[in-house]
């Protein structure tokens, strides 16, 4: 398999008439506020965690998975050694008809409101994975029976293995077979990365979600069910839990390795933060702190400016490696930035999207927009060597034309309509932010001249 190749096509959802977007390294969603942006990054942020967020947790009978779940059987019981284009096609109906059929439960668990639906949504793959081999091996020892441990997933190049245990009873297959059902959804959908697929949500709003951190982790308790499944108990949109989840378990569990992900972070701490984030384990719940650079001092997020509290959860997920997720979903990166500021964080999601990850982005900032076309004007200017040596950038900053794609969300007195971006030899194309500034320009020559 390779990267994604699809389009999410979604109907009558909230604002927005109708959208078609495409997945690639680089994602730039822009428009005016309350045009839709956010509910498209969470049904996006949905699709991507489909075998938790759009399948069903409980073994369904329809008959999209009926059919999925023969192939399902088949892996287990050794008769299919390979997962050919039509079952590919059978798992990605499988995706499509849960997308259909359980869309007031993903809107509710996206957005934590029953209130809001769309029509229609559906995932059209432009070209599928190749037929892929598959392999399961037997898991044998204490615990191999438990529901916690009935299914592991190995993905490698051009092989699946799935490790199940060894002895197994009727019912435990059935949740087996679901299981491989759902990990065969989760990889079609992402790709088979190493690192795993999914994505990872930074919501707006960071600076309230950080202050209240601890109160709104307190809320966060998980039980499990019998099929060993974690159930949400908490009206917070799903999105915002997992961002919360994920912040503690990494800075709790999780070593803080230096890799390409950690030097982002320091670049960000030392150019728009001068200072670092640190983090202090409290009992079961993360304690953050801010420590300006050369003071000698720890100071709690909340007599900290705006600018690391927005910034800080950024810093700390890539420290943490991202948790294995593949896709990076970010709203308003710009928010409570300086512009020098915002130039910084377009420069290290440009080395992130080099490092492998991929990053769908909502944005109010002519500046950010700006500055991820000078990025990719630098792939292919003919002085580009000695733009970047004075200048200072590096080529981790420049990013490949062919990586990006933007979407308008261009409201009417009623509705959004989401358009593809214009793209040209100087970058991206946006209208709704250059007409703006082509207002306050003229205002400016009429005032002063």
Request: no cysteine; charged share 20%.
């Amino acid at each position: 398999m390779t990267a994604p190749n699809w389009t999410l096509e979604v109907n009558e959802f909230g604002r927005i008439r109708s959208a078609e977007i495409g997945l690639s390294p680089l994602v730039l969603m822009v428009g005016r506020n309350n045009t839709g942006k956010s509910y498209m990054a969470s049904l996006l942020w949905g699709v991507l965690m489909a075998s938790t967020v759009v399948l069903d947790r409980q073994n369904p009978t329809n008959d999209a998975y009926i059919s999925v779940k023969k192939i399902a059987r088949a892996i287990l019981s050794r008769e299919k050694l390979s997962i050919s284009l039509g079952d590919w096609q059978s798992i990605l109906d499988w995706v499509n008809d849960s997308l259909d059929s359980r869309r007031s439960d993903i809107v509710k668990s996206i957005l934590g409101t029953s209130l809001v639906t769309y029509k229609s949504a559906k995932i059209k793959f432009n070209s599928f994975p190749e037929e892929t081999k598959v392999e399961v091996i037997p898991l044998t020892g204490e615990g191999s029976g438990r529901p916690s441990t009935l299914l592991r997933t190995v993905q490698v190049v051009g092989k699946i293995k799935f490790y199940v245990p060894e002895s197994r009873d009727g019912k435990n297959n059935d949740i087996i077979e679901y299981r491989i059902a759902r990990a065969l959804a989760r990889m079609l959908i992402n790709g088979n990365e190493r690192r795993g697929g999914g994505a990872i949500y930074i919501p707006a709003a960071r600076t309230g979600l950080m202050l209240g951190y601890k109160t709104l982790l307190s809320g966060l308790f998980r039980t499990l069910e019998n099929d060993g499944e974690s159930r949400q108990k908490t009206i917070l949109p799903r999105p915002i839990v997992e961002f919360l989840d994920a912040l503690n378990y990494a800075n709790l569990y999780l070593p803080r390795e230096d890799n390409n992900f950690s030097r982002i972070a320091n670049g960000l701490e030392r150019d728009i933060l001068q200072g670092t984030v640190e983090v202090l384990q409290n009992n079961e719940v993360s304690d953050f702190w801010f420590s300006p650079i050369e003071s000698g001092i720890k100071l709690p997020f909340h007599a900290t400016s705006s600018l690391i509290t927005e910034l800080a959860p950024f810093v700390m997920l890539l420290r943490s490696g991202f948790l294995g997720y593949k896709t990076l979903i970010f709203e308003e990166p710009e928010a409570h930035l300086h512009l020098a500021a915002q130039r910084f964080l377009a420069k290290a999601i440009a080395k992130l999207i080099n490092a492998g990850i991929r990053v769908i982005v909502t944005t109010h900032s002519d500046t950010f927009v700006q500055q991820i076309n000078l990025l990719m004007r630098l792939s292919t200017h003919p002085n580009a060597t000695e733009l970047m040596k004075k200048y200072g950038y590096d080529q981790t900053d420049v990013i490949d034309p062919g990586k990006v794609s933007g979407y308008i969300f261009d409201a009417t007195s009623e509705k959004t309509n989401v358009h593809l971006m214009e793209k040209t030899n100087q970058g991206l194309v946006e209208p709704t932010m250059n007409s703006v500034i082509e207002e306050l320009s003229s205002e400016l020559i009429d005032m002063y001249d």
